[in-house]
């Protein structure tokens, strides 16, 4: 295949969908609706702007009703909600986590912050999330159980959970990573931060093991400007993360005690606002995302390089990042199409650079990561905002 036909056919099957760019189609932005200005502007008017004030209290319950949890409990950022779900999943210093290499920064910076090492494995190559082969082999390689606490025979650590995470909002295989996760006796973590309003089985991402963590940063499809919340059907869990993410202050009116070395996590009222706005429409945001893919989809379908990734049929995705993903002889023209989709003003952007491949984490124990690897060379995520379809 000649590059200058793949180039052309790639920016005409983007344009199709994402329109023709009149400067930058950015890859994804929010969507505010007026009750945004409405909500901000109380927040604003009362004074009630940082960590008190009644919308922080209903975007938590707003987002339990949405996803099905029992608790939700909003915190600063969705990495800030991992490290407090790991901690209370029991993961200690100098334990081991094992999760995704191919996976955003802040998943491994989580587990480093409880100070525990994060273990790599690989992921598959339709859902692009921890398979649970690979994960199944690892821990037949490694694990040594004593008692009921497993250990990497390798290194002499306890594992203490495994992490999974949801790619581009695409629900990972869970039944399958529960039923290895629970012959070996360790907790399942969602970092669910990519995928709210993705559904497994029926079942809300994030819903799936003891704790999740899932993220409303700026580029996610609801976003409180910076923010993140811990989700779990445990009602002791809750109040712990609540009690440890707002400085392990006891209830007093006037005399601050605390009773635990604990973290100012706390959403503060006026990202609260901001979000749940957001979250009142957030059925009309995930219509206009499905629609968006579909179009992709379609679009794509004509293209020889390459193919849409799509929701796994046990599943129904978010679509928060459209992905195309070259073959695999290909992979030596991803850099030129990155370019020109840029060029051309269609914000694009490849895969992060896997986790096994950065400086701090080189070291860290894995298995073996071919298809992380070959993905990274392949995956190609384009413009995928709501607004593209939502005016
Ligand atoms: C997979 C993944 N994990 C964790 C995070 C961390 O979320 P935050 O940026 O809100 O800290 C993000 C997104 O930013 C993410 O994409």
């Not at 912050?113 to 190559?125: K, L």
């Not at 990202?271 to 979250?279: D, H, P, R, S």
């Not at 989809?297 to 070259?326: H, M, T, V």
Request: charged letters at 20%; hydrophobic letters at 40%; aromatic letters at 8%.
């Amino acid at each position: 295949m000649i590059i200058s036909s793949i180039r052309d056919s790639v920016l005409q099957a983007v344009a199709e969908v994402a329109g023709t760019p009149n400067g930058t189609i950015l890859l994804h932005e929010p969507y505010f609706p007026e009750q945004a200005w409405t909500y901000v502007k109380e927040c604003l008017d009362t004074r009630w702007v940082s960590s008190a004030g009644k919308y922080v209290s209903e975007f938590e319950q707003r987002l339990a009703v949405i996803t099905g949890a029992k608790r939700a409990v909003a915190v600063v950022n969705g990495t800030a909600a991992l490290q407090v779900s790991l901690i209370l999943a029991g993961v200690h210093r100098d334990e081991e986590v094992i999760c995704p290499a191919l996976t955003f920064v802040a998943t491994t910076n989580a587990i480093s912050h409880c100070g525990a090492v994060p273990h790599f494995v690989d992921v598959c190559e339709n859902r692009l999330a921890i398979s649970p082969l690979a994960l199944e082999n690892r821990l037949q390689e490694i694990a040594s159980r004593a008692g009921d606490r497993v250990f990497n025979r390798e290194t002499g650590r306890r594992i203490g959970a495994v992490c999974v995470m949801h790619c581009f909002g695409h629900p990972a295989d869970l039944d399958s990573l529960a039923e290895v996760c629970n012959r070996y006796g360790l907790p399942l973590i969602e970092d669910a931060a990519e995928s709210l309003g993705s559904y497994y089985k029926g079942r809300h991402t994030g819903r799936h093991g003891q704790l999740a963590a899932v993220s409303f940063n700026g580029n996610k499809i609801v976003t409180t400007g910076g923010g993140g919340a811990i989700l779990t059907d445990r009602d002791d869990l809750a109040d712990r993360a609540k009690h440890l993410t707002t400085t392990a202050k006891q209830p007093h009116p006037w005399q601050f005690n605390h009773d635990a070395v604990a973290w100012n996590y706390r959403l503060p009222n006026l990202n609260a606002a901001l979000g749940l706005a957001q979250l009142e429409v957030m059925d009309k945001l995930l219509v206009a995302k499905r629609d968006l893919a579909h179009r992709y989809e379609q679009a794509f379908a004509r293209l020889e390089c390459g193919k849409f990734l799509k929701e796994p049929a046990d599943s129904q995705s978010n679509y928060w990042l459209n992905a195309l993903i070259l073959h695999p002889e290909l992979a030596d023209y991803q850099e030129e199409l990155l370019e020109a989709l840029n060029k051309k003003g269609f914000q694009s952007r490849p895969l992060w650079t896997p986790m096994h491949h950065l400086p701090m984490y080189g070291d860290c124990p894995q298995g073996e990561l071919s298809i992380t690897d070959s993905l990274f060379r392949r995956v190609i995520n384009i413009p995928s905002s709501a607004t593209l379809l939502l005016k």
